[in-house]
């Protein structure tokens, strides 16, 4: 079956940094975009960057700079640069992968927190 499985969340202070990992099982990853979504506590789950099966990459205004999304086809895995981390950005953050436009697997989150 799939399976996205995320790591490297954690507790970190105002201006650190931390790198997100997502391991895919079960999909053509190659073929696949991929893409981090965050939902803070009562905020609706929206898009912080996507990177294509063709290695282009779009991200949120808000982490434009300062996040870089990656891939490695032969790990099956996607990676989230994080630096400049500000209170803004805790949340849990979840991986997510599509084949056409519906993104059709998510992985069950890692929480950022960052401290003021």
């Known amino acids: 079956q799939v399976q996205l499985v995320e790591s490297g969340g954690g507790l970190v202070q105002t201006g650190g940094s931390l790198r997100l990992s997502c391991a895919a099982s079960?999909?053509?990853?190659?073929?696949?975009?991929m893409g981090w979504f965050r939902q803070a506590p009562g905020n609706a789950r929206w898009l912080v960057a996507t990177?294509?099966?063709?290695?282009?990459?779009n991200y949120a205004d808000s982490v434009k700079g300062r996040f870089t999304i990656s891939r490695d086809n032969a790990k099956n895995t996607v990676y989230l640069q994080m630096n400049s981390l500000k209170p803004e950005d805790t949340a849990v953050y979840y991986c997510a992968s599509r084949e056409r436009i519906q993104w059709d697997y998510w992985g069950q989150g890692t929480q950022v927190t960052v401290s003021s």
């Open positions: 079960g999909i053509i990853f190659s073929a696949n975009d």
């Open positions: 990177i294509t099966s063709s290695y282009s990459t």
